[in-house]
């Protein structure tokens, strides 16, 4: 055999072993992504979190995605006990583009709302806020290392979808602040 061969055949195999041993890991709630992400049942959660998991799946149906397919709503409960809603917003100068947890913040702030009391994120397969959207969530925690952040698949068509519970804490240790 070729030194091509099997180096491509390894690799193949190194990708198949990252892949299962990822997806033992989501399946076993153990870190990942930055944090510890606890699944419930999404019937099993509060109602008004309920609320927002379907407030921000309905969203999502409205993002601005032509260049990744991908799309993001996000349902941010603010301090005033109002939900407030945002998706991605995509533009073809990449860098100008706008996460929907970004969008969902800057709603609640331009109705003088700036506390989050917890924030809920709707998108293919769960996954969870990018690094930047991390830390505007932590700017309008005000310290409260636990605010919970909810993330779900927006797509799962069972009754009782699995919901990830996380925190900002969890998933910025380490949150810059001036």
Same mark, same amino acid.
């Given at each position: 055999m070729r030194e091509t061969e099997i180096l491509k055949r390894d690799t193949r195999r190194d990708m198949m072993v990252c892949a299962i041993f990822f997806a033992r890991r989501l399946r076993e709630n153990t870190r990942h992504?930055?944090?510890?992400? /606890?699944?419930?049942?999404?019937?099993?959660?509060d109602h008004g979190v309920q609320l927002c998991c379907m407030r921000a799946r309905d969203v999502r149906s409205r993002a601005h995605e +032509?260049?990744?397919k991908f799309k993001v709503g996000?349902?941010?409960r603010g301090g005033d006990g109002n939900i407030h809603i945002g998706v991605n917003v995509e533009n073809s100068a990449y860098p100008m583009t706008r996460c929907a947890e970004g969008n969902a913040i800057?709603?609640?702030?331009?109705?003088?709302?700036?506390?989050?009391?917890?924030?809920?994120?709707?998108?293919?397969?769960?996954?969870? +806020?990018?690094?930047?959207?991390? /830390?505007?969530?932590? %700017? @309008?925690?005000?310290?409260?290392k636990d605010l919970a952040i909810y993330c779900f698949d927006a797509e799962d068509k069972s009754g009782n979808p699995w919901v990830n519970k996380t925190s900002i804490g969890e998933l910025l240790p380490?949150? @810059? %602040?001036?």
């Open positions: 992504r930055g944090g510890t992400m /606890q699944k419930v049942r999404l019937n099993d959660l +032509p260049y990744s996000c349902a941010v800057s709603g609640m702030v331009g109705r003088g709302v700036v506390n989050i009391d917890y924030l809920v994120i709707a998108l293919k397969g769960g996954g969870s +806020p990018c690094g930047g959207c991390r /830390q505007i969530i932590w %700017e @309008f925690s005000h310290g409260n380490y949150a @810059f %602040e001036l």
